[in-house]
């Protein structure tokens, strides 16, 4: 398996988890565990929308500058941002600035608060039932899913922005609705419990 590689610490991680150090805890304790919360979501998804053409390292490195540029992705606060906040996030080196998705998060944040279920509910709603067995190789994962349409075309329908099915099954990956680990990875049981 090609996919795995076994770490300095002796555990067998998927390949990307171990590419590079900034990897390693990311794709230990977050990435494919269930994450719940609207805030926290709401998060996720508005970095995956940022991630849309450019590597998710960048992203992840930058994590730490976008929580402070964007009230630590509280909804009610976002969604509260006029036009004075697109100017001085688009003056913040320390995030991605491209106007069409900071834009996109704000709106994002303004129809996660019209959603009577909650953005948590309303996203959860669209989790596959779990695979009956990991995948043997990144071959395998696919890049979109039945369920990660439905999912882009529901956000879609309610004013949500950026969030595509690819974007959608990102999404899925990074919060857990599916497991994406490959067989043999040293992370086990991240699907935990039924939603």
């Given at each position: 398996m090609t996919d795995l590689v076994i770490g300095a610490d002796g555990l067998a991680r998927c390949a990307w988890g171990a590419s590079t150090p900034d990897y390693v805890p990311y794709h230990d304790r977050e990435w494919g565990?269930?994450?719940?919360?609207?805030?926290?979501?709401?998060?996720r998804m508005t970095l995956e929308a940022f991630q849309s053409g450019l590597s998710w390292l960048t992203?992840?490195?930058k994590r730490p500058s976008?929580?402070?540029?964007?009230d630590d992705f509280r909804i009610e606060a976002v969604a509260a941002y006029g036009e004075a906040d697109v100017t001085r996030l688009l003056a913040d080196a320390g995030i991605?600035?491209?106007?069409?998705?900071?834009?996109?998060a704000i709106a994002n944040a303004r129809a996660a608060l019209e959603l009577p279920?909650?953005?948590?509910?309303?996203?959860?709603?669209?989790?596959?039932?779990?695979r009956a067995a990991r995948l043997a190789s990144f071959a395998e994962v696919p890049a979109l899913t039945p369920e990660s349409t439905?999912?882009?075309?529901?956000?879609?329908?309610?004013?949500?922005r950026?969030?595509?099915?690819?974007?959608?099954?990102?999404l899925m990956q990074a919060t857990g609705m599916v497991d994406d680990h490959l067989a043999g990875c040293h992370v086990t049981d991240v699907m935990g419990s039924t939603p």
């Open positions: 565990r269930p994450l719940r919360g609207d805030d926290a979501l709401y998060e992203i992840l490195r976008f929580r402070l540029a964007f991605v600035r491209n106007r069409a998705k900071v834009e996109a279920e909650g953005l948590s509910a309303l996203l959860w709603s669209y989790a596959p039932p779990p439905a999912l882009a075309k529901a956000l879609k329908k309610r004013g949500f950026f969030v595509g099915p690819t974007t959608a099954y990102a």
